[in-house]
């Protein structure tokens, strides 16, 4: 019998309809775009070119200019580290306010929330031309940036191992007569401080990263030595740094990891 | 008996004490020669701070003039456009890359390549990139696409080549074993495992995107980011603050509709 061959389909006739809306609204948001931005395919064909002709400028890197690379790349580090360490001082009470079981009441765990997305929401560059202002051009600044950059994402994740944390132990610590302040070394530090680490070691991996674009702000770092190699077209010079900079980068990583591997 | 009183200590992850206190003093010892080699001397940083308070009582309260708006809204359209289309051309470009990333699915020479490719592109910050590009194909918002675009297919590929890795090797053999050709290996044995992730990576990046594009601007690669800028170096901080504002919103609601979308996919 005909009515014998039943077709299976995945999805229900409403989820199917909601399935095809959403990838239309997505087709013409996309379309609607490109017409937005007024870019003709012509200027998207010459890209690959353009690309193929910067790199073939870059080939072969200046080697010569190394040696200049050094004191740069060391106050990049000086500043992941710095933005790292202030940071994860920084973090620890936007925490303890941003955690439900920590926060004191409702202003306060708003007050940690508002904090942790201003600061994730704000990119560091952004945060290193406010800097600039405040302190000065040069490192500095860009320490603070990345500091500043850095507490949402910590307290944001901290926060939440913070939530999960066995509150008998707080209790007891408390119930034997702690100070607020010996509540928190002995009964929650002991339990995050694993997550602390891993956390900071990670958050300090991501910084390496960004540091090497404060320069562009006037943040110091490496990125004032590759804004100015870009400007003069000094293209074998562009090409040490950036190969300089993937090594960091690289090495940051691969230590982050290791780290991170020691703790969990 | 005067040998039965033991301490106890915690052991240690580095295997021995003095490992240990070697690692802290080495750490502290860069901390002290960062914070000599970046000035961080006391009073800059109280000097700063008094700066800082005058900095926010200019920047408060936010403002614009009808024009200023208007630009605001501009840029900021420029913007979501430039993530919205550098979203769908990275994703078109990490698929093919990410199952040659698979180790699963590709032969050891394309591996190593498309994981070098992949390293490379999570290794430069969207700025450094946006510099680069800005070079090749001249300021405006094709500069942002390409570089977005640069950056979306590191991230999206290694996360998808790492799913493509785990998925189950018995739905291939399964499919492969009715006889199918290795194209439709490929689409009904691998693609369904992965196109709940597939599709909540999207997301997530695009996210992402709108993010990196409010800043590219500030190196000449369109978008609000160019405004900002010119806001800075005009010290107009009034303006700066609204455009700041804008930017804190625009990235919120992406940040929303992301988190709803991979909530009902995940």
């Known amino acids: ?34 017409q937005f931005l007024d870019m003709r395919l012509v200027a998207a064909e010459t890209v690959p070119r353009e690309v193929n002709d910067l790199l073939s400028r870059m080939y072969p890197p200046d080697v010569a200019y190394a040696g200049e690379v050094v004191a740069p790349l060391i106050e990049t580090l000086h500043i992941a580290a710095l933005g790292t360490a202030g940071a994860l001082v920084l973090a620890v009470p936007v925490a303890l306010l941003a955690a439900e079981n920590t926060t004191p009441n409702r202003a306060t765990y708003w007050l940690g929330k508002v904090i942790v997305t201003v600061s994730r929401s704000v990119n ?75 956390l900071s070691v990670y958050r300090w991996d991501i910084n390496v990263r960004d540091s090497t674009i404060l320069g562009f702000v006037g943040a110091g770092g490496i990125g004032v030595q590759l804004f100015r190699a870009v400007n003069a077209f000094a293209w074998g010079s562009v090409a040490t740094i950036l190969l300089v900079i993937l090594g960091v980068v690289i090495a940051s990583e691969v230590i982050s990891a290791y780290a991170r591997g020691l703790v969990r | 008996m005067a040998a039965g009183e033991r301490t106890w200590q915690r052991p240690t992850v580095f295997g021995r004490r003095g490992i240990k206190w070697a690692v802290y003093a080495a750490v502290v010892a860069f901390f002290a020669w960062s914070a000599w080699g970046v000035g961080a001397d006391p009073s800059r940083i109280v000097r700063g701070l008094g700066r800082g308070v005058t900095l926010l009582g200019d920047f408060f309260p936010p403002d614009a003039t009808p ?15 430039m993530a919205m289309v550098a979203t769908v051309t990275g994703i078109a470009l990490s698929v093919p890359v990410a199952f040659m990333a698979a180790e699963n699915l590709a032969p050891r020479p394309l591996y190593y390549l498309n994981r070098g ?20 194909v001249g300021l405006g918002p094709l500069a942002g696409i390409v570089t ?28 492969r074993a009715v006889g199918a050709s290795p194209l439709q290996t490929l689409c009904y044995g691998v693609v369904p495992q992965i196109v709940p992730r597939f599709a909540g990576l999207s997301v997530y990046r695009w996210d992402i995107n709108i993010r990196t594009s409010t800043v590219v601007g500030i190196v000449g690669a369109g978008g609000i ?11 107009d901080y009034q303006y700066v603050s609204a455009i700041l504002l804008a930017i804190v919103l625009v990235v919120l609601v992406a940040e929303g509709v992301s988190a709803v979308v991979r909530r009902r996919y995940q």
Request: net charge neutral; hydrophobic share 55%; glycine share 8%.
């Open chain 1, 1 to 34: 019998m005909s009515s014998e061959t039943r077709e299976w389909r995945r999805f229900d006739r409403r989820r199917r309809l909601g399935r095809s809306l959403g990838w239309l609204v997505a087709l013409v948001v996309f379309v609607g775009s490109w």
């Open chain 1, 124 to 198: 560091t560059i952004v945060w290193a031309l406010i800097f600039v202002v405040v302190f000065g051009a040069g490192p500095l600044a860009g320490a603070v940036a990345i500091a500043f950059r850095s507490v949402g994402f910590l307290g944001k994740l901290l926060g939440e191992e913070i939530e999960e944390i066995d509150f008998g132990q707080v209790e007891a610590v408390e119930a034997a007569g702690a100070s607020p302040v010996q509540t928190l070394l002995y009964g929650i530090l002991p339990q995050v401080k694993p997550a602390l680490v891993g």
């Open chain 2, 67 to 81: 024009r200023q708006a208007q630009r605001i809204v501009d840029k900021m359209v420029e913007s979501v456009a």
């Open chain 2, 117 to 136: 490719f992949i390293s490379i592109s999570r290794a430069f910050n969207a700025i450094i990139v946006a510099i680069l590009v800005v070079k090749a």
């Open chain 2, 148 to 175: 977005i675009t640069f950056k979306t297919v590191g991230f999206f590929s290694k996360l998808l080549a790492e799913d493509l890795e785990d998925i189950d090797a018995g739905s291939v053999d399964a499919v």
């Open chain 2, 225 to 235: 980011g160019s405004v900002l800028l010119t806001a800075f170096n005009r010290y």
